[in-house]
């Protein structure tokens, strides 16, 4: 399983971003691919995830109502569209996945990893 990030950059506070993650694979209905993020001497921080089959979303508090995760299934994509971002949103953001809950927020619940794609907002 890879998954491959991209979409990151530089953008004003206010701004938007839209992330990609594309799978190799079959993903089943019962998995999850869901957004992680970590900022510079921070932990890793959960941000949304999405259940492959019944679309199903889960949100972390510090985002919802500004960031929105959907899915592609011929293509094998998530994306995570970010509107009005603001400079606490700056980080390192990895794309993930598991089989289950979108709900699990914990990180080592989550099997499968790409590699980060930087967002810098600026204030």
């Known amino acids: 399983v890879q998954l491959q990030a991209s979409g990151g950059g530089l953008v004003q506070a206010g701004g938007s971003l839209r992330l990609s993650c594309v799978a190799s694979?079959?993903?089943?209905?019962?998995?999850?691919m869901g957004w992680f993020r970590q900022a510079p001497g921070n932990e890793y921080e959960f941000v949304a995830a999405?259940?492959?089959?019944?679309?199903?979303?889960h949100y972390a508090d510090s985002i919802k109502g500004r960031f929105t995760i959907s899915k592609e299934s011929t293509e094998n994509a998530v994306y995570l569209q970010m509107n009005n971002l603001k400079p606490e949103d700056t980080g390192l953001y990895y794309c993930?996945?598991?089989?289950?809950?979108?709900?699990?927020?914990?990180?080592?619940?989550?099997?499968?990893w790409g590699q980060g794609t930087q967002v810098t907002v600026s204030s």
């Open positions: 993930a996945r598991r089989v289950g809950s979108p709900r699990v927020t914990s990180r080592a619940n989550w099997a499968y």
């Open positions: 999405i259940n492959w089959g019944d679309l199903r979303t």
């Open positions: 694979g079959r993903i089943y209905s019962s998995s999850a």
